[in-house]
């Protein structure tokens, strides 16, 4: 996954209601949020880790692992945590047409809705990619999309799981900061058994993203 600051700066230049990157201002919360799950082998241990400290965050799940794993869609959503779309397929949505784009968005919501009841749900697209097709129909529609203001790395494999923690300790995320993870290796985990108590010590504060708005 390669995340280019230039578009960063440029997402963050778009309206908070369709894009969404990072909390106001003013906040001083963190935001952990975790792609590519649900998975029965490494998402139960994230969510007892969050649960061990009262966290909540924020899970942007894939549509096929949640028609396989609905159980812990189940315990995310009686945890607290927000329910985000991540696509049903995790296909790159460059490749594809509107049309196919907005399938993995409604059949993933249309999964989703059987758990919170909520019609529609926030968005993070695979990968990050996002078209204008796709922007403009989100913007017409009063969507949302879920992007990131800090990146831990914990996908890259060539990152020891010391050097990841380093990483956390040395340059922790600001307040308001959109932090992503994934729930698809015991990376994050791992990393966050660490960081999590030396970040509440601190005083440091963790919310989900606010659903998005019926």
């Not at 965050?57 to 812990?72: M, N, Q, Y």
């Not at 800090?150 to 600001?174: C, I, N």
């Amino acid at each position: 996954m390669n995340w280019k600051p230039k578009k960063q700066q440029l997402l963050g230049l778009l309206p908070d209601a369709l894009v969404m990157t990072r909390g106001a201002r003013d906040d001083v919360a963190r935001y952990l949020s975790f792609d590519d799950g649900p998975d029965p082998e490494f998402t139960p241990p994230l969510l007892d880790l969050l649960a061990r400290h009262g966290v909540q965050a924020s899970f942007f799940l894939v549509g096929e692992k949640i028609e396989k794993h609905p159980d812990i869609v189940e315990r995310i959503v009686a945890e607290g945590h927000m329910l985000g779309n991540h696509s049903y397929s995790h296909w790159s949505f460059g490749n594809m047409t509107l049309k196919k784009q907005l399938t993995e968005v409604h059949k993933t919501d249309a999964l989703l809705r059987h758990f919170d009841r909520r019609p529609h749900h926030r968005m993070r697209p695979p990968h990050g990619y996002v078209g204008t097709q796709l922007m403009l129909y989100f913007a017409v529609h009063r969507r949302s999309f879920v992007y990131w203001s800090y990146d831990s790395l914990d996908y890259r494999t060539d990152m020891s799981p010391e050097a990841l923690v380093t990483r956390l300790r040395d340059r922790p995320p600001a307040p308001g900061d959109i932090v992503l993870m994934h729930d698809d290796s015991m990376r994050a985990t791992d990393a966050l058994a660490v960081m999590l108590l030396e970040w509440l010590d601190r005083g440091y504060a963790f919310r989900a993203v606010p659903a998005e708005a019926a």
